[in-house]
């Protein structure tokens, strides 16, 4: 007895249940909450509120009911949940920034896209919207089926006729077990269209539909779509993303200032929360530039106004603010819908298809319910055009009948009348006995005929299926289509570069002999006249020195050029910025160099075309001509610019048209001049071809383009420099000796560089020590080739020049009135210019 009592209790596994009932769960939530039908495009939550409204009488027609009642309905009726839930369910269907086309018409507050909440449901009112109202036409005549609702006291629809396609329409979103659907909304009238043409040729193609019909998503708040890549991928597989950027214009103020408008946002962002954020980063200074923030909004319509300082350029500003707010953001696409209860990723023809084989069932099955209806009623007429043809004998029949029962078996037995005829004669009026009423009867059986043989037709015949839904759609568009608010972008990105972060600038950027390099703004350097002390360009050790100094931009590429002919590439502004009395960081932390290379050579590129060309020279005279296109992709680990031979090094690099003269000094004073069509153009790795031929143990210390006009300044390792006019140097073929170019004593030192210069640059000189001075050309004397020149820079004792770069003027510096006395032997060496000279008859081709 006590064993009876004893509660039966089972063992199972619980790895096995939990697997079970999770699986159940997650079917639950997929089918039944989380995931859109692809015919109507509604989950069953926004199903069940608009099949509730419709129920309740508050068509678009009609007066507002309150939000309370409706949610009410359909907790109580069909959804089983939190009344918060579907209060918010159906708040978005009526906010114009979150529904491409609103299916709740509210009235009231009800949020906004600031992200304030809607008022509490016992304050708002709400109804069906117009076009709402079309997903739920013909549901009276049996288009859908029907389920029980969760205690079976009521029926709902288990999908909706859904008379335009509602999943692209107006999009989903939903987060399921192990899956998720992101499908955003689409321009109404492009969407039917694709509709359409799906039905007219059902071998189009996507690509097709892409470029007549649907173009892309088209967001409520608009906004801009950059590029098709991602819409064209979306489309095709059913998963992809877009880039969203809202729309902003900058307008210049009359004081000069610059201002950002924005005036559209990109899907889904909380306008405040935006704000917010832009000032955040003012106040962070992670942007710079921002002078005030405003949000001047209306019910006009968006206008957030950024204001900028007059130094900063907007662009800049705008790119900085597309990278770190919400002014551009990334909406991924999945189309993710049940298709017969079973999620599947669909691409754009499939949905296309989905909804229409959804359309033709409706229409088929309230085709079949028009003619059993009209079949019906013709079956009634016919009842009663008999008894009208044999009136005076029904009647007698009826008034012989004691019953209505036995009237009713009267007529059927007569007449061979079906039950329902029998009555509707017996529930016939007299007025419809006369002569005007008979003729009415007579009028409606054969428009009656009329329509069940269209009716039959229809149902016979799959085209006419196909026209109706055509005429349908079409009309449905003519009623409801609007302008496109999203913007596609053609040919956009949505990547933004680095540089799009940076402004332009001029900088110079400078490297030591040890490998330490950095940039730094160009107007850091003061210019001086000839003969100034000079200030400290960098802070340097007694053994290392600047070996490399560059004008460039920020947005330039800097192709660096190693002592083993490989080339590597940064940009401009890639490379640290440090104040004028740093060393910088070390080249390998910027360039993959290996060990025992160092950079020789560094020249700036804007433009990599076909029609320019780098022109490179060796230590031991060896020169070669390339395109530069064939520089536009080096890798990380940089590219083998030139083949050296044994004991050479790469020592020179210059850009030119392929119509110039080259130039090449040596460190012992001679000078070769030679048209550059003499080197064919060779390829990237080629070893090159003899530009001069060096004396002894002579080695080429510069390389340069030189025309009639320019002057060729030379300057030696002591100091001395001069200026020297191109045509005093003659053309000659390439592999010469060349001319002398100075006259050098012990005094002048050995030559560190020879430049072509336009005497309208300034030039910047740096010791071994790090000492720097900025001076114009124009301030050194233009003399003969055969002199010594006069002293440029006054150097300690044992310090040396190791190197010199040409300095484009900026029009914001002023020369400073800076100059150290001359002494009587620097005088005396300008005097004696003319008597420091050696024949040309000793130079040698």
């Known amino acids: 007895m006590v064993d009876q009592q004893r509660p039966q209790v089972e063992e199972i596994n619980i790895s096995q249940e939990m697997r079970t009932s999770f699986l159940d769960y997650a079917m639950s939530v997929i089918v039944s909450r989380a995931l859109p039908d692809v015919r109507d495009g509604l989950k069953p939550v926004h199903r069940r509120i608009l099949y509730a409204m419709n129920d309740l009488g508050i068509q678009a027609d009609k007066a ?163 590029g098709r890549s991602g819409i064209r991928k979306a489309f095709e597989t059913g998963k992809g993303s877009v880039t969203i950027r809202a729309k902003v214009r900058i307008e210049e103020q009359a004081n000069g200032k610059s201002t950002i408008i924005v005036s559209e946002l990109p899907y889904q962002v909380n306008k405040a929360r935006l704000v917010e954020k832009i000032a955040d980063l003012v106040r962070d200074k992670r942007i710079e530039g921002i002078t005030d923030l405003r949000d001047e909004s209306d019910r006009t319509g968006m206008r957030v106004v950024v204001e900028l300082r007059r130094d900063v350029n907007p662009n800049v500003v705008l790119n900085n603010l597309y990278k770190q707010t919400s002014l551009q953001t990334t909406f991924g696409i999945n189309m993710l819908a049940l298709v017969d209860g ?76 079906s039950e329902k005829q029998a009555q509707a004669i017996l529930d016939m009026r007299l007025q419809r006995l006369t002569g005007l009423e008979r003729e009415k009867i007579e009028q409606e059986y054969k428009e009656l005929m009329e329509l069940i043989t269209e009716l039959k037709a229809i149902l016979a015949n799959e085209e006419k299926v196909l026209e109706i839904i055509r005429e349908e759609l079409t009309e449905i568009k003519e009623r409801f289509n609007d302008k496109r608010r999203t913007e596609i972008i053609i040919g956009g990105t949505d990547f933004i570069e680095d540089e799009d972060l940076i402004p332009v600038e001029n900088i110079v950027i400078t490297l030591t002999h040890k490998g330490y390099v950095k940039r730094l703004p160009s107007s850091t350097y003061r210019t001086q006249r000839r003969g100034g002390r000079g200030v400290q360009g960098m802070g340097t050790n007694e053994d290392d020195f600047v070996e490399h100094l560059v004008s460039t931009s920020t947005h330039d590429t800097v192709l660096f050029f ?32 290996e060990q025992g290379e160092w950079i020789n050579a560094v020249i700036t590129v804007n433009e990599f075309v ?29 590219l083998i610019a030139l083949n050296l031979r044994d004991e050479d090094e790469l020592i020179a690099v210059r850009l030119t048209d392929g119509n110039k003269h080259i130039m090449i000094g040596t460190q012992n004073g001679y000078l070769i001049r030679f048209p550059e069509e003499q080197m064919r153009s060779m390829g990237r790795t080629a070893a090159g071809v003899k530009g001069i031929s060096l004396r002894g143990d002579d080695i080429v210390v510069s390389m340069e383009i030189i025309e009639d006009g320019l002057n060729v300044l030379n300057v030696t390792e002591n100091g001395y420099g001069k200026q020297t006019p191109a045509a005093d140097y003659r053309i000659t073929n390439r592999g010469g000796k060349g001319v002398f170019t100075s006259n050098l004593t012990e005094k002048t030192g050995k030559i560190v560089t020879v430049k072509a ?44 020049v190791a190197t010199v770069a040409i300095i484009d003027k900026e029009d914001e510096e002023e020369l400073e009135e800076v100059e150290e006395p001359v002494s009587e032997s620097d005088n005396q060496d300008v005097e004696n210019e003319t008597s420091d000279t050696i024949s040309e008859d000793n130079d040698e081709e």
């Open 757 to 800: 210069v336009t005497g309208e640059e300034d030039i910047m000189i740096i010791t071994a020590l790090g000492v720097l001075i900025r001076m114009p050309v124009e301030g050194i004397s233009v003399t003969g080739r055969n002199t010594q020149g006069v002293r440029l820079i006054r150097l300690q004792e044992e310090e040396k």
């Open 562 to 593: 190693s002592n083993k002919g490989k080339v590597y590439r940064a940009k401009g502004y890639e490379v640290p910025e440090y104040s004028r009395t740093a060393k910088g960081i070390p080249i390998i932390n910027l360039l993959g160099i």
């Open 64 to 226: 507002y009911k309150k939000s309370a009642r409706i949610v009410g309905d359909v907790l109580g009726k069909y959804h089983p949940h939190g009344d918060s839930s579907v209060y918010e369910a159906m708040v978005r269907m009526a906010q114009d920034f979150s529904y491409r086309y609103m299916l709740v018409d509210g009235h009231g507050n009800f949020g906004s896209v600031d992200g304030d909440s809607a008022a509490a449901m016992r304050y708002t009112e709400a109804r069906m919207s117009k076009i709402s109202m079309e997903l739920l036409r013909d549901i009276n005549k049996d288009t859908i089926d029907y389920q029980d609702n969760y205690d079976g006291s009521e029926r709902e629809p288990m999908v909706l006729p859904s008379r335009f396609p509602n999943l692209l329409v107006n999009g989903a979103s939903g987060i399921a077990v192990g899956m998720a659907t992101n499908v955003p909304p689409h321009q109404l009238g492009e969407t039917i269209d694709a509709v359409l043409a799906v039905s007219e040729n059902p071998d189009i193609t996507i690509e097709e539909l892409m470029e007549k019909h649907i173009f892309g998503p088209d967001f409520p708040t608009a906004g801009q779509i950059l």
């Open 610 to 638: 076909d029609d320019w060309y780098l022109f490179f020279t060796t230590r031991q005279g060896i020169s070669k001509r390339t395109a530069l296109s064939q520089f536009a992709n080096i890798r990380k680990g940089g």
């Open 342 to 417: 079973h999620p599947k990723v669909l691409n754009l023809k499939e949905c296309l298809k989905h909804y229409l084989d959804h359309q033709v069932v409706v229409i088929k099955r309230r085709t079949a319910f028009e003619l059993r209806k009209a079949e019906a009623r013709a079956h009634i007429l016919e009842g009663l055009r008999i008894a009208l043809d044999h009136l005076d004998e029904v009647i007698t029949l009826i008034r012989q009948s004691n019953t209505a029962d036995i009237a009713r078996e009267g007529l059927i037995t007569r007449f061979e009348l």
